[in-house]
């Protein structure tokens, strides 16, 4: 999704395609669990589609600029402005789990809990089903993006910070392969993929001890879509 260009683009192969679409405001992220495409953005807005050419917009229940939006595997999960934190099923009808407080960034769901990355200065939170928020108060106070797989949380920032764990509580350092910001991450079939500054988007496949880093695709100015 690239909300200054107004794209939403596919990776295919080593690299990406797309069309412009016409959506009269800015969406931020997107995300998909195989049957619809879920966009999220400004004001609360949410659209989905079956087709990624015909948008059908949702009712969110906020107004508040809605920033990352992921599906788990069960439901989707998105997050935003002023600590909202929503989920749904199938991207149509969507629940409030939490607001009020930071700006939430990025959200990932390990062990039956949410992870949350709140404002760029601020603390990792865990929140559960029932909205009850935790600080981790982990040392790393900037994070710009988090994932998860079935047995980690992998969480990436400036200066090259790459850091995983199988628990929430204790993070292990790994070698961000440069001194840039890391901006953003996913796992993609067993794969992570790593946007990073000051070349725009680097893909880059990691091995299974997230050691061995192959870079696979780059692109110009374009986020990679978190699913």
Known sequence: LSSARNSVLRLSGNSFVGSTISLGDKYYAIASNGNTF???GEEGKILTSIDGTSWTSRNSGTSERLNRIKFNGDEFVCVGQNGVLLRSVDGVSWNTVHSGGPDYLDVATFD????IVSSYEGPILRCDRNGNLEDLKLLFRTVY?????ENRLVICGPNGLLAHSSDGERWFNLDGRNGGGLFGYTFVDGKGVLAWHPNPIRGLEFSKDLQVWHQSTSSEEYSIPFS
């Open 112 to 115: 039956d809990a949410y992870y």
């Open 38 to 40: 879920v966009l999220c």
């Open 145 to 149: 993006g988090i994932a998860a797989s």
